[in-house]
């Protein structure tokens, strides 16, 4: 079992930056994939990207390559997205889930922890 809480979510104008984390509970926590989905109004819960619970594999959704980092801390049960060059389509609730021994899936059912997700909003 794990329990996941983000936080760093807020308003930012285009072309900021702002670093999600999402805190875990639980020892082990270094066996969880991680990964960070977001969802916009009236759209589809969308993957953005997944860290490896073993080393630092990562995997990015084409919309954020080369903007975004995804990177763990095992030793403070933390995994982090650093956002930079932030876009107004970047606007939505930004979700944590982590799924145990787990590969790098994209499709949120593969996912069976989730936190309660924090609000990032970009101004043009």
């Known amino acids: 079992q794990v329990q996941l809480v983000e936080s760093g979510g807020g308003l930012v104008q285009a072309g900021g930056s702002l670093r999600l984390s999402c805190a875990a509970s639980?020892?082990?926590?270094?066996?969880?994939?991680t990964g960070w989905f977001r969802q916009a109004p009236g759209k589809e819960r969308e993957f953005v990207a997944a860290?490896?619970?073993?080393?630092?594999?990562?995997r990015y959704a084409d919309s954020v390559k080369g903007r975004f980092t995804i990177a763990r801390d095992n030793a403070k049960n933390t995994v982090y997205l650093q956002m930079n060059s932030l876009k107004p389509e970047d606007t939505a609730v930004y979700y944590c889930?982590?799924?145990?021994?787990?590969?790098?899936?994209?499709?949120?059912?593969?996912?069976?922890?989730w936190g309660q997700g924090t609000q990032v909003t970009v101004s043009a």
């Open positions: 889930a982590a799924r145990a021994y787990g590969g790098l899936v994209t499709a949120h059912e593969g996912y069976g922890y």
């Open positions: 639980g020892r082990t926590f270094s066996t969880y994939t």
């Open positions: 860290i490896f619970w073993r080393g630092s594999v990562t």
